[in-house]
C-alpha cells in the first residue's frame, strides 16, 4: 500500500492482526475482500462504521482516499463498474 498515507496492518481488540485489512495514519479502513476470481478493496473513512467506496486496484483506493481527504465528493463504486 501507499507509503505517503502511512500504512499498517490492522489490529482487533485483542491485539491479532485482521488478515487482508490495513489502517492509514489518517484513521481510513481498507480491507480486500475476494467475490469469486475478482479482487476489490473496501475503502472506510474515519469514525464511519460503513465503507465509502468500493476500488479493484490499489491505485485507486490511495486516489480515493486523497479525494476524501482533500475534502473532494467520492463515488462509492468506480469508472466501470456495474
Known sequence: MAEGLGWAVKRDRDGRDIPDCWL???G???ARMRVDDLVAFSVTAPGSQVPMAYR???DEVVAVIEQHMAGGVV???GVGAC
Open 28 to 30: 481510513y479502513t481498507v
Open 75 to 77: 463515488a462509492r463504486f
Open 56 to 58: 479493484t486496484t490499489r
Open 24 to 26: 492509514t495514519r489518517g
